[in-house]
């Protein structure tokens, strides 16, 4: 199980990576869908380091593994308010990418828990 954590953590902390840093650079299919879901551009410096200290407590939890759960538990609250808010404003495209997100933060956190 401890092997499984690894992999999906080094995955998903690319991938959040990648997401932040398209939040610091701001490309305009970013801007164009934070528009859409109303959120101020002044936000997207927070998400982005939200996304990164996800992504850095993944990691850090191979080591300590209440901080892998803990940022497993963030980042699981993190993606679902995502959802929330694509739904929100009834954007459907929108909302599965984040809800994989959240359903895989939701299996890092079962295998890091199962694995302490």
Sequence with gaps: MFL????VA???SAVLLASAG???TRPKRLVDQMSTVG???TMLPFLGVAQ???AG???AGLWWGALGIAAAVGLTLYFIG????HLRVGD????????????VALVLLGLRAATL
Excluded at 82 to 85: G, I, K, P, Q, R
Excluded at 94 to 100: E, S, T
């Design 92 to 103: 459907f495209k929108g909302a599965p990418p984040a809800a994989v997100l959240a359903i």
């Design 10 to 12: 080094a995955l998903i």
């Design 82 to 85: 995502a959802v929330a808010t």
């Design 52 to 54: 990164i200290a996800g």
């Design 22 to 24: 398209a939040k610091f």
């Design 57 to 59: 407590g993944l990691i």
């Design 4 to 7: 499984a954590y690894v992999i």
């Design 39 to 41: 959120l101020p551009f």
